[in-house]
Nanobody, 123 residues
């Protein structure tokens, strides 16, 4: 019954910014770690960012460290991904995910997946 719905994807110019949102419905995910993955054309899915249930700890892939920021609003059952200084290499379908722990999320042991939202960064 749980659904994760991403929004905020689109076409942006290199160097620009975009904020993705992922709203959960069906049950509260306040006790879950949440995060983002992405899959670029012709490439494997990769981990992007994660945040633990309290929001105290965050984790990022090296490729996005310093440019992306993950945050959550448990009152809204929503997780966000603020993406700055976007590069063409960031072009991918971005998937929202939830897991029991941030460790599980980083290990790709995902309990719930969203359907994805496309981010295209033009040069």
């Amino acid at each position: 019954q749980v659904q994760l719905v991403e929004s905020g994807g689109g076409l942006v110019q290199a160097g620009g910014s975009l904020r993705l949102s992922c709203a959960a419905s069906g049950r509260t995910l306040s006790s879950y770690a949440r995060g983002w993955f992405r899959q670029a054309p012709g490439k494997e899915r990769e981990f992007v960012a994660a945040i633990n249930r309290s929001g105290i700890n965050t984790y990022y892939a090296d490729s996005v460290e310093g440019r992306f920021t993950i945050s959550r609003d448990n009152a809204k059952n929503t997780v966000y991904l603020q993406m700055n200084s976007l590069k063409p290499e960031d072009t991918a379908v971005y998937y929202c995910a939830a897991a029991i722990s941030d460790y599980d999320l980083r290990m790709s042991v995902v309990h719930y997946w969203g359907k994805g939202t496309l981010v295209t960064v033009s040069s």
